[in-house]
């Protein structure tokens, strides 16, 4: 069974930046396009950022030239490093594949945008 953990959240100022990773406990991980996604509170789950077993990488507006989505074939590792941060971006983070989510969600990292 495929395992996510996602980890690298906490409590930053807006403005502030923060590096999650996504850890996946499968050998194929570099034949998997994978995205990073978010719930805020009382909202759904939404699509971020992706980036193609090519490389090719995509972001949702929202996040647009303030996030950046890259990937470690060889620790089987996804990154997102979030830069000007601000409390719309506080939510619950978590990867999976893309775009149809296959894999089992992870437990997610809390993010929290908050002077």
């Known amino acids: 069974q495929v395992q996510l953990v996602e980890s690298g959240g906490g409590l930053v100022q807006p403005g502030g930046s923060l590096r999650l990773s996504c850890v996946a406990s499968i050998s194929t991980f570099s034949m998997y396009a994978m995205g990073w996604y978010r719930q805020a509170p009382g909202k759904q789950r939404e699509w971020i950022a992706r980036?193609?077993?090519?490389?090719?990488?995509n972001y949702a507006d929202s996040v647009k030239g303030r996030f950046a989505i890259s990937r470690d074939n060889a620790k089987n590792t996804l990154y997102l490093q979030m830069n000007s941060l601000n409390p719309e971006d506080t939510a619950v983070y978590y990867c999976?594949?893309?775009?149809?989510?296959?894999?089992?969600w992870g437990q997610g990292t809390q993010v929290t945008v908050s002077s």
């Open positions: 999976n594949t893309f775009p149809a989510a296959t894999m089992n």
């Open positions: 980036i193609h077993i090519t490389g090719n990488i």
